[in-house]
């Protein structure tokens, strides 16, 4: 059997797959969450499916924040800390405060042997250039209260790695993200609404690209370094619509609504430092990720129950990817209205 890990926000986007990972390895796994108010608890749970069949999984339900963290990292070789309260777009100050500060604080008391925590791009704001050593310049309480949580890391002494992720997607991404919110739109026949001019550059990261990066970081990490994670292609958002309307199989409608604060311009990852110390470099094409990120929300959509019986079959979408580098998909999926927005 192999070391025992502890991973807060299992229940999560990042967590839940970094959990499936690390118990395919052999790991014995312990996941906390207290599946917060951001997003459905419904969608938590099923994020966490697959680690639940295995024996080598325990899921505590804790808030991070009530300071019971020593019970949980006794006995524990690494802890992969990823519990947040996420996203740049607004919210309350004290519940970022609470679950990004308060929290990282409660568990470097604890004292880990071994840390490796999520931090986020969204420290860079809107620096053209984004390398590790580049200054700091948050947009958003959000981003504000991650270079805390960094200073806080420091600040302890203890021999934990950071990483700074950049916009992850894939399967279980977060509904409140923008390929979730778009492909949901998509399915459900509805136009996407995009925030600004859709020129806004993302380096768009897949999350088993992520996941690797974390691993990467508890295996090699250096003690107290903290480490870009993104794609490695900066790309305009609209020219991922244009790779989801492939996707599709036609045009998609764009409605666009004004710019919010908080969202930077453009984020690019110099990943140059992770590549060199942590020997990674991601390995997805943003066409290959888009497209497993589509076919598992089929897939939802599919199994979802008809709860409304009276649903009129809206549109029938057919997916074919053609592109060499990407998973291919074939097949047919009826999408009833409201289907995918009951989840
Ligand atoms: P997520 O919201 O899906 O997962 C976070 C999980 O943490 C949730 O399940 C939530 O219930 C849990 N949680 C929050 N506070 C907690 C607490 N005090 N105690 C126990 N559990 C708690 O978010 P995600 O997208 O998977 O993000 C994971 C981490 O990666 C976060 O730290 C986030 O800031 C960081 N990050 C994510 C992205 C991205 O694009 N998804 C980008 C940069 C950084």
Known sequence: MGERTLVTGAAGFLG????????????????VDCFTDHYARELKERNLERAQQWDSFELVEADVAD?????????????????????????????????NVIATQRLLES??????????????????????????????????????????????????????????????????????RFIERCLNGEPIAVIGDGRQVRDFTYVGDAVEAALSAAARGRAGAIYNVGGGHPVEVRDAIALIAELVGGPVAVE???????????????????????????????????????EHMLEITRAAPRRNQKAE???????????????RIRGTAEITSGALARR
């Open 111 to 180: 004292k880990p042997r071994r840390l490796v925590y999520a931090s986020s791009s969204s420290v860079y704001g809107n620096a053209p250039h984004q390398s590790e050593e580049t200054p700091v310049a948050p947009l958003s309480p959000y981003a504000a209260t991650k270079v805390a949580m960094e200073r806080l890391v420091e600040s302890s002494g203890l021999p934990a790695v950071g990483l700074r992720f950049f916009t992850v997607y894939g399967p279980r991404q977060r509904p409140d993200m923008a390929f979730h």
């Open 67 to 99: 300071g019971r963290a020593e019970a949980l990292v006794d006995g524990v070789e690494t802890v992969f800390h990823l519990a947040a309260e996420p996203g740049v777009r607004g919210g309350r100050l004290g519940t970022y405060l609470r679950r």
């Open 256 to 294: 666009h609504t004004g710019m919010v604060a908080g969202e930077a311009r453009r984020t690019a990852c110099d990943g140059s430092l992770a590549a060199r110390e942590l020997g990674f470099t991601p390995q997805t094409s943003l066409g290959a990720g888009i497209a497993r990120q589509f």
């Open 16 to 31: 839940s797959h970094l959990c499936d990972r690390l118990l395919a390895d052999g790991h014995q796994v312990v996941g």
């Open 313 to 327: 079959r809206r549109s029938v979408v057919q997916v074919e990817v053609t592109d060499a580098s990407t998973t």
